[in-house]
């Protein structure tokens, strides 16, 4: 007796440990069919990848096909677009239905018995190389357990077009190598703005044939000179009056000086006039006269681009600008009513400090999110406030719900900022003098302090995958509390969980 038939269905060979998504090319120069996705087996030994699928983003499902170890296979949007660009000796599998989104999306790939075996979401904003110039995103290495949803997950390809089929890496240097470390936008006695560029490796590295620009719709403003070499752990600087501002050098394609209203800096890789694939790029606030803004490295191994205590071409940053007001506490989610959240200021100068500036004719400004608030408090300025030298000032959601819940000392002074609430898992709030008004009628800011906390419970948002704030603030009837208001601000290494104490010193 026969029992009824089954059908099952097997994956041959680990696909799930092995296969694995190693480019994409998602916004093509030119002709939009010209899309592709590139896959590789970087396990040890063959696999089949019979009925494994992509279910979101686009759409396919393999045929039988044995992938060697260390090989590669390419999925297309349009056979006959795909080979007028590239040939027709590479190993295309097929067609894919659908596109792959140029603002970015979630792409899915499950083998045969559906086990996911990439998830993630890319990003147009990763690198403008990607998105539209003709370059390929490319992941830096496919063996390396990461999350292919972090940008740094992946890097452009080495040159326009991509690399299907081939392995590119090691033809340009690793992302990171050179950076944008310094430079100086507002500058005061006649003096010129300049860019510094690091080399952070123990190599030197020759950028003669790269590039500088403040416009991401023109990259090759300014081409360095061939043969400029910066030494291992070397610095090299540019400045506008002899370089990228001066029409007489042979490089300034397009003369350009730096905003002290804040801008972009980018630096691409070039060779014999053409774009390659390196890439780094710097978003810089407003500025004040004189002062520098640079790379400042945190305990968690990130680094902000913040205001520093002096300009120091051609050698290591200085440390960076503290004060004269800094964001001392923050009660972002407390026991009782979230009304009652707040945030306390410190003056650590030794002079009082007025929230207001009489050139500008403008007060100070504390807001959350200062590229989209939802916080906002413009401080009074009829009277304006005056904080004396230790002096603290509290800033609340509502002052009836947080006078229900704490007490401040005699004198301090506490403010309500209304609309809007701190966020209670990850957020940003800052504290920033008024600058200029631009051309467009914007006012431009100027950072005074910013602090962008966490719960602790969010490790994918850092390097390590451990979120290093305290969650006992999170809920517990405890605030982040800053250790020492003299240090660096934004910064999990200066802040602990403590017990409330608006308008008081730290515990």
């Given at each position: 007796t026969w029992s009824a038939l089954n059908e099952a269905v097997f994956a041959v060979g680990p696909v799930a440990e092995s296969l694995r998504i190693r480019e994409i090319m998602y916004h093509p120069a030119g002709d939009p069919n010209a899309e592709f996705i590139e896959l590789t087996n970087v396990g040890p030994e063959t696999i089949n990848l019979s009925l494994a699928r992509f279910t979101k983003g686009i759409g396919y499902t393999f045929p039988s096909f044995e992938l060697p170890a260390g090989g590669y296979c390419l999925l297309v949007r349009d056979l006959p677009a795909f080979e007028t660009r590239y040939g027709s000796t590479l190993p295309v599998l097929g067609e894919y239905t659908g596109s792959l989104n140029n603002g970015g999306e979630r792409i899915e790939l499950v083998d045969a018995a559906g086990t996911v075996i990439?998830?993630?979401?890319?990003?147009?904003n990763w690198f403008d190389l990607t998105d539209g110039m003709g370059f390929s995103l490319t992941v830096r290495d496919p063996q390396?357990?990461?999350d292919p949803g972090s940008k740094s997950a992946w890097r452009p390809s080495a040159h326009a077009g991509g690399s299907p089929g081939a392995d590119d890496s090691g033809q340009v240097p690793e992302l990171g190598s050179v950076v944008i470390n310094e430079l100086l936008a507002n500058p005061s006695g006649g003096a010129s703005d300049w860019i510094e560029l690091h080399n952070t490796t123990l190599q030197p590295i020759d950028i003669g044939g790269w590039y500088?620009?403040?416009d991401a719709?023109?990259?090759t403003r300014y081409e360095i000179a061939a043969g400029t070499r910066i030494t291992a752990g070397g610095y090299v600087v540019f400045s506008q009056d002899q370089h990228f501002g001066n029409p007489s050098d042979p490089g300034c394609q397009e003369p350009f000086g730096l905003s002290k209203n804040g801008e972009t800096v980018y630096l691409h890789s070039g060779s014999g006039g053409v774009l390659t694939g390196y890439s780094e790029q710097e978003k810089f606030d407003a500025s004040e006269p004189g002062v520098s803004l640079g790379r400042w490295q945190k305990s968690t191994?990130?680094?902000?681009?913040?205001?520093?205590?002096?300009?120091t071409p051609g050698q290591a940053n200085a440390a960076p600008v503290v004060g004269p007001i800094v964001i001392n506490e923050i009660m972002y989610r407390p026991a009782g009513s979230e009304g009652a959240q707040y945030v306390e200021l410190l003056n650590i100068s030794g002079s009082a400090v007025t929230l207001y500036d009489a050139t500008e004719r403008a007060p100070w400004r504390f807001t959350d999110d200062p590229e989209d608030p939802?916080?906002?408090l413009l401080f009074p300025s009829d009277p304006p406030v005056t904080l004396a030298p230790g002096e603290h000032l509290v800033l609340a959601k509502d002052l009836s719900l947080f006078?229900?819940?704490?007490?401040?000392?005699a004198g301090v002074q506490v403010l309500a900022w209304g609309l809007g609430k701190l966020t209670n898992g990850d957020g940003k709030i800052q504290l920033s003098r008024p600058g200029e008004v631009d051309n467009d009628g914007d006012r431009r800011w100027i950072r005074v302090d910013r602090v962008a906390y966490s719960d602790g419970s969010h490790p994918q948002d850092f390097a390590g995958g451990v979120d290093p704030w305290p969650a006992q603030a999170d809920g517990q009837d405890q605030s982040l509390s800053r250790l020492d208001p003299q240090a660096y601000g934004n910064d999990p290494e200066n802040w602990h969980a403590a017990s409330p104490s608006p308008g008081r010193a730290n515990p």
């Open positions: 990439q998830g993630f979401e890319y990003k147009d390396a357990a990461v500088l620009s403040d719709n023109d990259l191994g990130s680094y902000n681009f913040v205001a520093l205590m002096e300009p939802k916080i906002e006078n229900a819940q704490y007490t401040v000392p």
